[in-house]
């Protein structure tokens, strides 16, 4: 798959993008989003925030962790893809 990633300032309310030749008389998918913007609700949530590793490594402070037992495998029926031969 080519792909075309190209990063624009901007100063009014329209983008142009020139594309390669083996794009034309094709559907296109265009996303636009800011960068950079550190106010942005998706780059915050995304991002680990400077100090967290610092602030909770080794601060588990409750009774130690245990595995509950598992319990017996559950047998199920027989796939579709081992029944025919593709």
């Known amino acids: 798959m080519q792909a075309l990633r190209k ?3 901007t100063d009014s309310d329209h983008i142009s993008i020139k594309i390669p030749k083996s794009f034309m008389r094709r559907s296109l998918e ?3 989003m800011p960068i950079g913007d550190s106010n942005s609700t998706q780059e915050s949530s995304a991002a680990w925030p400077k ?3 610092a602030r909770t490594a080794g601060c588990f402070a409750g009774s130690p962790l245990v595995r509950e037992e598992q ?3 559950e ?3 027989l796939a579709l893809s081992t ?3 593709f």
């Open 71 to 73: 319990g017996e495998y």
């Open 7 to 9: 990063i624009q300032s």
């Open 51 to 53: 100090d967290f590793f």
């Open 75 to 77: 047998v199920r029926g």
């Open 83 to 85: 029944l025919f031969q």
């Open 30 to 32: 265009i996303i636009v």
